[in-house]
């Protein structure tokens, strides 16, 4: 299973959600530009740790199901609505489960974060750290996250914890992904290490 790791944040207005780049297979160093964040709807996204492969797949799968819903609802689909039927897919595959650790995150009314593990358990939280750098990301984030924060202050954190993953987690680095995601839509850059 590769190393990575993706931690997401909520803030006053929204969330933040990013990932590194790397992906390693044991000692070896596969690729230094994967991208593990996805923009799943207008107003939710997600991250990943584990085999990218199985979650470009999901996210594919439940971008086309996300577009069916909203059509049916003639509203944005929240959050919550969009870790559920992750949760769904990955349940139904869990006898050949998708390999991945997956944090969805994004804001209809207000900002939510969930964490599902490959048999589509979903937790919800106010912030969460996947993959194999999670311990040193919640060492970061558990004392500095406070509630109400400001889209900078948890960009800052968000992007703190991540390189506090990669400075001890050889399966973690090259860059960081950030999506965040606030009423206005999704916006996306890369930071370097």
């Known amino acids: 299973m590769p190393g990575a790791t993706a931690v997401g944040i909520t803030f006053n207005d929204g969330v933040v959600i990013a990932s590194e780049k790397r992906i390693a297979y044991g000692n070896f160093l596969v690729s230094k530009t994967t991208k593990k964040t996805f923009p799943l709807t207008d107003k939710v996204g997600a991250a990943c740790?584990?085999?990218v492969a199985d979650m470009q797949i999901l996210a594919l799968q439940i971008k086309a199901l996300t577009k069916i819903r909203k059509m049916e609802?003639?509203?944005d689909v929240p959050p919550n609505s969009v870790a559920k039927m992750i949760?769904?897919?990955?349940?139904?595959?869990?006898?050949f489960p998708l390999l991945t650790q997956v944090i969805v995150g994004g804001i209809v009314d207000k900002p939510a974060?969930?964490?599902?593990?490959?048999l589509g358990s979903v937790l919800p939280d106010e912030y969460a750290a996947v993959g194999t750098g999670a311990e040193m990301a919640l060492g970061v984030l558990d004392p500095q996250f406070k509630e109400g924060m400001s889209e900078k202050d948890a960009v800052d954190l968000a992007i703190r914890s991540i390189?506090?993953?990669t400075m001890?987690?050889?399966?973690?680095?090259?860059?960081?992904?950030?999506?965040v995601i606030t009423k206005?839509?999704?916006?996306?850059f890369t930071e370097k290490l």
């Open 49 to 51: 740790a584990g085999l």
């Open 73 to 75: 609802l003639k509203r």
């Open 87 to 95: 949760s769904n897919l990955m349940y139904e595959r869990r006898y």
């Open 113 to 118: 974060i969930y964490t599902l593990d490959p």
């Open 163 to 165: 390189k506090a993953a």
């Open 168 to 179: 001890r987690d050889s399966f973690s680095g090259d860059g960081i992904d950030v999506l």
């Open 184 to 188: 206005q839509g999704i916006k996306e």
